[in-house]
């Protein structure tokens, strides 16, 4: 009786985390939907301002809604999977990233190289994370 109590705990525990786990990620999800309308409400002022619209800006502007538009697709992925992060999922916001950084900073070419092979092996590693998805299927 004792050693079936034993082996039930790590359960008990697992799924404790996991709830708590859930609910934290369902408050992120929350936050990052306030943080998307936010940059959507300012991409749409600053084109509906043509006058004033600087394209670095607007190119930001994008950038950061579709950084935050796949966190949440990232967060809808984790359950539909089963509590599950796929990696690719990691690297398309990781190449993102390194998009508004390029753009937003973009002052020192040696930088901007640097981080334009950041890219690049991203894109690599994403290509090999695909190609063994597709070997495990054969």
Not at 30 to 38: G, Q
Not at 79 to 87: Q, R
Request: aromatic share 12%; glycine share 6%.
């Amino acid at each position: 009786m004792e050693e079936n109590q034993q082996e039930r705990l790590p359960q008990i525990v697992t799924g404790v985390l996991k709830i708590v786990l859930s609910f934290a990620l369902i408050a992120l999800g929350v936050v990052l939907i306030v943080a998307l309308a936010k940059v959507t409400y300012q991409l749409a002022t600053i084109v509906l301002n043509s006058s004033t619209a600087v394209p670095y800006d607007v190119a930001e502007q994008a950038v950061m809604f579709f950084l935050y538009f796949g966190f949440i697709g990232l967060i809808v992925q984790y359950f539909k999977s089963g509590y599950h992060f796929p990696l690719r999922y990691f690297i398309y916001s990781g190449i993102t990233a390194m998009l508004r950084l390029i753009i937003v900073n973009h002052d020192s070419a040696t930088d901007t190289i640097l981080f334009a092979g950041a890219i690049l092996i991203m894109v690599i590693a994403l290509c090999l994370v695909l190609y063994s998805d597709k070997l495990k299927n054969i």
